[in-house]
């Protein structure tokens, strides 16, 4: 099997794999054990096929309850599925509000989508719901422990709570934090197309150009965000090793059996 970054699946968008990365201790994250994807709703048969003939295990959900609703995942056959949302139960999240709320909150000023971001990845990083998630999502890593099994985890489109998921996943691998970020921002290469077409759409229907930035923002990754969480990491949790141990719960031994099952 061929080792690319970014997956041609059919009737997906933004899957990648965390194989490949180099750590700072000079070993790299196998290839076929992680993969992170947008929602998994309109996977074709095929797409299915493909992911299960990948060695796909678990399927990793961190959206909430109305974004599993409208769009259920198509879970490949021999996976596991795992419903873990990130943010609490009456949690609004964006990818499940209305046209009309969205124009409310963002025709106005047009960095309010920015700022909403980078509130959203504070959240991630403080929140109790989004700790319990990202504790059971290693959880479900570490039960993967057949060379050929691989997790899939992926939110609506792929980009924050998955992100943040491949963040705490790479470093715990002790994958550099320069790599990490990269890897973070890639999502931008994969998903310009589609920002861009969400942009003229809007710019069809008659909203401003203050709206249109917020969109952008909105569906698109940005170094501030990475921050926004990093940093919060950093000076309230003593870094991301710390964070992992002391909040997630993760001792020495899993992060040992993490590191065994997942690098080369």
């Known amino acids: 099997m061929t080792n690319n970054r970014i997956l041609n699946v059919t009737g997906g968008r933004n899957f990648r794999e965390l194989g490949g990365y180099p750590t700072v201790d000079g070993h790299t994250v196998k290839w076929h054990k992680l993969l992170r994807t947008a929602g998994l709703a309109d996977l074709t048969p095929t797409d299915q096929q493909k992911l299960t003939d990948y060695g796909v295990v678990a ?127 890639l999502t931008n290469e994969t998903t310009a197309d589609h920002v861009n077409q969400i942009s003229e759409d809007a710019r069809k229907q008659g909203h401003g150009e203050a709206f249109v930035t917020n969109l952008r923002a909105l569906y698109s990754v940005s170094d501030d965000y990475f921050n926004a969480a990093t940093k919060l990491i950093n000076t309230q949790f003593g870094g991301a090793q710390d964070y992992l141990h002391d909040v997630l719960g993760l001792s020495h031994s899993d992060l040992n059996n993490f590191k065994q099952l997942y690098l080369d």
């Open 59 to 185: 399927d990793v959900d961190f959206r909430s309850k109305d974004e599993q609703k409208q769009a259920p995942d198509r879970v490949p056959a021999g996976a596991t599925y795992h419903f873990l949302p990130v943010f609490p139960a009456d949690d609004q999240t964006d990818a499940s509000a209305t046209e009309d709320e969205l124009e409310k909150r963002f025709s106005a000023n047009d960095q309010a989508g920015h700022d909403h971001m980078v509130e959203v990845y504070q959240q991630m990083v403080t929140l109790p719901s989004a700790q319990s998630a990202y504790h059971d999502f290693f959880a479900t890593m570490l039960a993967a422990d057949q060379p050929d099994q691989t997790v899939l985890f992926h939110c609506t489109a792929g980009k924050d709570r998955t992100g943040m998921g491949a963040f705490f996943a790479l470093s715990a691998l002790g994958v550099d934090p320069q790599v990490i970020r990269k890897d973070y921002l």
